[in-house]
């Protein structure tokens, strides 16, 4: 069974920063993709970036060019870098880690809140 822990939220102004980070037990071998999904306060959940084994990332149309997402492999942790924050983004964060591609495995989350 894989844990997962996420760090970083809190409350930020309009255009500041944020930097999350996400920890997950396991064998890092066998975690082949970590990633962020948000939920907000109207109970919509949306992916905000992934990254796979590789190195390959992806992110949401809504975040691209102010999140940026990092990984490291040895460590079993995934970073999520919030530049340029706005009211919209507002959310709890929660990471996912998927073994192998089958499991999916969920932090409990750590809360983002921006002000205008």
């Known amino acids: 069974q894989v844990q997962v822990v996420e760090s970083g939220g809190g409350l930020v102004q309009a255009g500041g920063s944020l930097r999350l980070s996400c920890t997950a037990s396991?064998?890092?071998?066998?975690?082949?993709?970590m990633g962020w999904y948000r939920q907000t306060p109207e109970k919509r959940r949306e992916l905000v970036a992934g990254?796979?084994?590789?190195?390959?990332?992806h992110y949401g149309d809504s975040v691209k060019g102010r999140f940026t997402i990092s990984r490291d492999n040895a460590k079993n942790t995934v970073d999520l870098q919030m530049n340029g924050l706005k009211p919209e983004d507002t959310a709890v964060y929660y990471c996912?880690?998927?073994?192998?591609?089958?499991?999916?495995?969920w932090g409990q989350g750590t809360p983002v809140t921006v002000s205008s």
């Open positions: 996912n880690v998927r073994v192998l591609y089958i499991n999916e495995y």
């Open positions: 396991g064998d890092p071998a066998r975690i082949n993709y």
């Open positions: 990254i796979n084994q590789g190195g390959a990332t």
